[in-house]
Nanobody, 120 residues
Framework: VQLQASGGGLVQAGGSLRLSCAAS????????INWFRQAPGKECEFVAA????????YYADSVKGRFTISRDNAKNTMYLQMNSLKPEDTAVYYC??????????????WGKGTQVTVSS
């Protein structure tokens, strides 16, 4: 499985971005998908996750109410809609997949990240 995150960029505080995570190599429709981020000088942190069916979603407290994770299994693509962005959301964002449905830990596949920069 190869994962590729895209959609990052530079946005002003209060703005929005939608990140995409495209999977290739095989279908990930049975996998849980997680998003993580890493800011300069900080550890990688969990952002959001979605179950294989899309029926369950999970969010870090810092993004709850502002970010929405979703997936389109027919397109083998997952999304992270980010609204009301803050400068502290600036980071490289990564998508990751767990074939065992894991959330937050134990990812099996990681994609290359996409940079999100929020200016104040």
């Amino acid at each position: 499985v190869q994962l590729q995150a895209s959609g990052g960029g530079l946005v002003q505080a209060g703005g929005s971005l939608r990140l995409s995570c495209a999977a290739s190599g095989r279908t990930v429709s049975s996998y849980a998908i997680n998003w993580f981020r890493q800011a300069p000088g900080k550890e990688c942190e969990f952002v959001a996750a979605i179950s294989w069916s899309g029926g369950s979603t999970y969010y870090a407290d810092s993004v709850k109410g502002r970010f929405t994770i979703s997936r389109d299994n027919a397109k083998n693509t997952m999304y992270l809609q980010m609204n009301s962005l803050k400068p502290e959301d600036t980071a490289v964002y990564y998508c990751a997949a767990s074939q065992y449905g894991r959330i937050r830990y134990g990812m099996d596949y990681w994609g290359k990240g996409t940079q999100v920069t929020v200016s104040s």
